[in-house]
């Protein structure tokens, strides 16, 4: 594609990171967000079109980015492009949904001749912010080639893992990861509080061993100072969960991690922390601990 015109559909706390990566290259050409001040300070920051709705962005552009919470946001935000839409445009998502509905949505652009490639990514806030997220993307390979540029503008690693859906599968297993360190690391902190180890001195400690993460490398100063400002909502990790758990359903398998994740940030969400950082976790394994202390 030598004329590259992407917009960008969804600027929140990785949206819009990526939109300036994009606009550095020079492939940004307008965006476009359901909160319409957002929009309008990025596209004056950056210089680029802040459309009135998501398929005028489409009639600008030959590549759409979408960045948007759920499976039920993404399907509302493809309905409203679909008008301005062109034959030989690309859709590329980026959020993390379900690979069932990236299926039904690729199906349905191809219909009227528009490509889609999945493009969930991880490396959090900081990765988006820095341009080192790695990406997994699925689709057709001309297609993933036309659009790779776009991708390693924020990226550090794109790698294509098969045909539609083959993105979002791999997020899914990428997100048990993600599920397993935060409940291991949380778990841990707590249980160094409780035996009033030196924190300070606690995490070169552990970084420098078998014990070392991202997890623990970025999130575990934070969450020992009890600073839990998003990063990744664990809202968002509950419902990448339960993704995970309808997958592991179909293939008649347990994921007992995935299952007692779900059971701590339910019970967080239910709390109001919906919109703190996963590593809020440590305050439900805290609470585990000092129940067991008074059993
Ligand atoms: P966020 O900060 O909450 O931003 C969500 C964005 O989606 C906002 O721009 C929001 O618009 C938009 N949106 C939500 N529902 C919408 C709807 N029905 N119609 C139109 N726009 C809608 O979330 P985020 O952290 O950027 O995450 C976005 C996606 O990336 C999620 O799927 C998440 O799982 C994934 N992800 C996040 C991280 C991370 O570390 N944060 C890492 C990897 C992947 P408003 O501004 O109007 O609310």
Known sequence: MNDIRTGVIGLGAMGAPMARHLASHGFLAGVWNRTTIKADTLAAELGVMRADSPAELAGQCNILLTCVSADKDLESVIAQVLAGLKHGDVVIDTSTVSPVL??????????????????????????????RLSVMAGGDFATFSRV????????????????????????????????????AVCEALALSEKLNLPSERLLSVLTAGAADSWFLRHR????????????????????????????????????????AAINDYEKL???????????????????????????
């Open 102 to 131: 990236t299926k039904h949505l690729a199906e349905r652009l191809e219909r009227i001749a528009v490509g889609f490639i999945d493009a969930p990514v991880s490396g959090g806030v900081e990765g988006a912010v820095n341009g």
């Open 148 to 183: 790779l540029p776009v991708l390693e503008s924020f990226s550090s690693s794109v790698t294509h893992m098969g045909p539609v859906g083959s993105g979002q599968a791999t997020k899914a297993v990428n997100q048990v990861i993600v599920a397993g360190l935060a409940e």
């Open 220 to 259: 575990g100063q934070s969450v020992l100072e009890n600073r839990f400002e998003t990063g990744f909502k664990l809202s968002l990790l509950l419902k990448d969960l339960k993704i995970i758990q309808s997958l592991a359903r179909n293939l008649n398998i347990n994921l007992n991690t995935v299952d």
């Open 269 to 295: 969400v239910t709390a109001g922390d919906g919109n703190n950082d996963i590593s809020g976790l440590i305050r439900r394994k805290r609470a585990q601990m000092s129940v067991a202390d008074e059993e």
